[in-house]
């Protein structure tokens, strides 16, 4: 069973408009709420694939209780902690094909909810074979959190793979801690390794000399409709995919993190697993749901994705 970890869940409101009028009402004909939050993308990805999942993290008030009743109408198992706070709303709208987005903050966590976390956590360790990250962290909680996850699934050989922003995925990947697989995106990676360029070649050449990075098995960098850019124990890979006609990108990072983790529990090769993790994201570009893919088009997206390795 493959565990995803959501700290600062939302339950995501999306309106569709034709145009945005500032400083005017808007009427959105279209408008779908979902359970979201990068962790709960991940996790009905997993569950789309047919690998059994179960979601945790921290929920509260009503949205929380929204989130457990779309998670068990779905037949997705979860087991979060109740917190006191309330889980967050966040609103996307999409007008003009752009997507403006408007995200709260969400929650304050206690040190009791979060050593209540812990302690679930270890519970469920026990009984999973992967573990995903996803997203910030909320209130109320540091980096050293994330630090103490990946210690502890570190302690119960439970590999981790983890997306995250940018300056958490920095402090990360200085510590003793080291997830089994990071995926940033090419701004979030520039950001995290404080590139001046955030060109292909300047990432290529970090992921070949950053001995930083060398105890992370994958750095999988994604570069949206360029494809990806990944680093395998010493040896680099770059993936191009088919072009496709995008109908929503978001999300596709959160379903190759997804396929990676379902990818690796079929101990798929080296090579497999890219083309399996990266065809998730195109997959999910094709659908308008964000953390949808349709999994009868595996096959034949699965061998437009070209993997070629690059020479040091
Ligand atoms: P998000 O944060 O929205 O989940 P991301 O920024 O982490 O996404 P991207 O780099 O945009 O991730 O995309 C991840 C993968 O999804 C890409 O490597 C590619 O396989 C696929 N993908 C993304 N955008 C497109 C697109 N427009 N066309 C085809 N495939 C895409």
Redesign the pocket.
């Known amino acids: 069973m493959i565990l995803t970890v959501t700290l600062n869940p939302s339950v995501d409101m999306q309106y569709q408009l034709s145009a945005l009028q500032v400083n005017d009402v808007n009427r959105a004909a279209h408008v779908s709420k979902t359970a979201g939050g990068?962790g709960l993308?991940v996790t009905r990805v997993i569950d789309q694939l047919q690998e059994q999942v179960t979601a945790t993290g921290f929920l509260g008030g009503r949205l929380g209780e929204f989130i457990v009743d779309e998670l068990s109408h779905q037949q997705i198992a979860h087991d979060f902690v109740s917190i006191q706070g309330e889980t967050r709303n966040c609103i996307a709208v999409l007008h003009d094909g752009k997507q403006t987005e408007i995200l709260e903050n969400g929650p304050i966590i206690t040190k009791g909810e979060s050593e209540q976390f812990l302690q679930k956590l270890q519970n469920l360790l026990g009984k999973v074979t992967r573990l995903t990250i996803s997203g910030s962290l909320p209130k109320g909680l540091t980096v050293s959190f994330y630090q103490q996850i990946i210690s502890l699934a570190n302690q119960q050989k439970v590999p981790v793979f983890l997306?995250t922003k940018a300056s958490l995925l920095m402090e990360i990947v200085k510590g003793d801690a080291k997830p089994y697989l990071i995926?940033?995106?090419?701004q979030?990676f520039a950001e995290a390794m404080e590139m001046t360029s955030n060109s292909v070649e300047a990432i290529v050449d970090i992921l070949s000399h950053r001995t930083l990075l060398s105890d992370i098995p994958w750095v999988v960098v994604?570069?949206?409709?360029d494809?990806?850019v990944i680093k395998h124990e010493a040896v680099i890979y770059r993936?191009s995919?088919?072009?496709?006609h995008?109908k929503n990108?978001?999300?596709?990072?959160?379903?190759?993190l997804a396929g990676f983790a379902v990818g690796h529990q079929r101990q798929l090769s080296a090579v497999e697993l890219i083309q399996f993790g990266?065809?998730m994201?195109?997959l999910?570009?094709l659908q308008a749901q964000t953390g949808q893919i349709d999994p009868e088009a595996i096959p034949d997206y699965l061998s437009q994705i070209h993997v070629r390795k690059l020479l040091k």
């Open positions: 990068k993308n997306d995926k940033p995106n090419q979030e994604t570069l949206g409709k494809g990806a993936a995919i088919p072009n496709i995008a990108p978001v999300g596709s990072g959160d379903s190759v990266l065809t994201g195109v999910n570009a």
